[in-house]
């Protein structure tokens, strides 16, 4: 998992940079809380994720100070690990935060790649070796909501076949990113908590 939230930090006098989602978000997701229909949802505290059969949901935990930092769900042989950031209502942070990614994932020796993905721009990166030694491919994908972003790091089969990246992008959009209405520093991660059952 890469952390967006510490490393490198924007210029002050950057451009307002425009928001990167699908013109559909607000009727196929990532949803606001404000444009979520009712029903089940597991809730997470910053995001809501909708319950399907023989999905695998696991939270990421930071070790040194116990707070989940992301979701990760597992489904048909595909992981997407999800991530809300808070942003400004005015503008988007996907743009300069993939640059972060980008520059981080490059250092680290991954052969980064940027296309254009269903749901826009896109970082497909081939990591040096995962956890068998063998290289590991991952996309990264990410839209601006009002106010906040959500980042997903796609894994396993959906990472290197597009018909699974479509299932793997679907299960993306169904999720609900809640803000809150507390100020928040662009880039902060949205805190996420334990669902009171599953």
Known sequence: MTDTTDDQQLPEDEELVEKSAPEDRSELGPLDEGEAPVRPYVDLGGLRIVPRPGMQMRLEVEEKTKRIVAVTLEHEGSTVQLQPFAAPRSEGIWGPVREVLRSQLERQGATVEETAGL????????????????????????????????????????????????????????????????????????????PKSV
């Open 119 to 194: 749901l826009g721009p896109e970082l497909r990166a081939r990591l040096q070796s995962g956890p068998d030694s063998m290289p590991r491919a991952v996309r990264i994908i990410g839209v601006d909501g009002p106010r906040w972003m959500l980042q997903g790091l796609i894994g396993g089969q959906a990472a290197i076949d597009d018909v699974q990246a479509a299932a793997a992008i679907d299960l993306f959009r169904s999720t609900v990113v809640c803000r809150g209405v507390e100020p928040m520093p662009p880039r902060e991660l949205i805190p996420l908590r334990a």
